[in-house]
T-cell receptor, first 113, second 112 residues
Framework: NAGVTQTPKFRVLKTGQSMTLLCAQD?????MYWYRQDPGMGLRLIHY???????AKGEVPDGYNVSRLKKQNFLLGLESAAPSQTSVYFC????????????FGQGTRLTVV | AQSVAQPEDQVNVAEGNPLTVKCTYS??????LFWYVQYPNRGLQFLLK??????LVKGSYGFEAEFNKSQTSFHLKKPSALVSDSALYFC??????????FGTGTRLLVSP
């Protein structure tokens, strides 16, 4: 009963490097999301997906790309990491039932030096 | 734009005392409001939500929240705090497709 699983849990990148964060959910949810959490700012939505093969921009999409090739997976990519992308990243998923709660992964702590 | 505000960065309460964590909202149309809790080095966990109906909503771990339309508030409450309730609490509003706009969070510290 894994729920939402994120890999990796920690990562240190050098400025300009690229990486992909993987999110997997086993609840057959249609909706998936990537948020970033920064001190004093709560969580902000980066990108989201309402179904396999579809993605959309959230509040802070610049510098990130996403893909949802399979319903259970949602990938977040950083093509050229910047120190401003140092953050804790959370993936979440939700069913399409209106106003249902979202389920969150345990987070990925990313440091860009 | 839809938003929520949490005016207190931290709330301190003694174990056994009642606690309140404040949240106000600014929403066009019907507000769909949520409370989540985050324990150290963990993801967010759902506590409760207000969609419609009774203004007093009961949730997990003995928490409840009071929806007040005239004051545009959705404060989280618990009659008797536990040390284990110490965590970071987030108020959020659903802006469609279960996309959440979060407040900045309130750290609750319950002392023994």
């Amino acid at each position: 009963n894994a729920g939402v699983t994120q890999t990796p849990k920690f990562r240190v990148l050098k400025t300009g490097q690229s990486m992909t964060l993987l999110c997997a959910q086993d609840m057959n949810h249609e909706y998936m999301y990537w948020y970033r959490q920064d001190p004093g700012m709560g969580l902000r939505l980066i990108h989201y997906s309402v179904g396999e093969g579809t993605t959309a921009k959230g509040e802070v999409p610049d510098g990130y790309n996403v893909s949802r090739l399979k319903k259970q997976n949602f990938l977040l990519g950083l093509e050229s990491a910047a120190p401003s992308q140092t953050s804790v990243y959370f993936c979440a998923s939700s069913s399409l039932r209106e106003n249902t709660e979202a389920f969150f992964g345990q987070g990925t702590r990313l440091t860009v030096v | 734009a839809q938003s929520v505000a949490q005016p207190e960065d931290q709330v301190n309460v003694a174990e056994g005392n009642p606690l309140t964590v404040k949240c106000t909202y600014s929403v066009s149309g019907n507000p769909y409001l949520f409370w989540y809790v985050q324990y150290p080095n963990r993801g967010l966990q759902f506590l409760l939500k207000y969609i419609t109906g009774d203004n007093l909503v009961k949730g997990s771990y003995g928490f409840e929240a009071e929806f007040n339309k005239s004051q545009t508030s959705f404060h989280l409450k618990k009659p008797s705090a536990l040390v284990s309730d110490s965590a970071l609490y987030f108020c959020a509003v659903n802006t469609g497709f279960q996309k959440l706009v979060f407040g900045t969070g309130t750290r609750l510290l319950v002392s023994p």
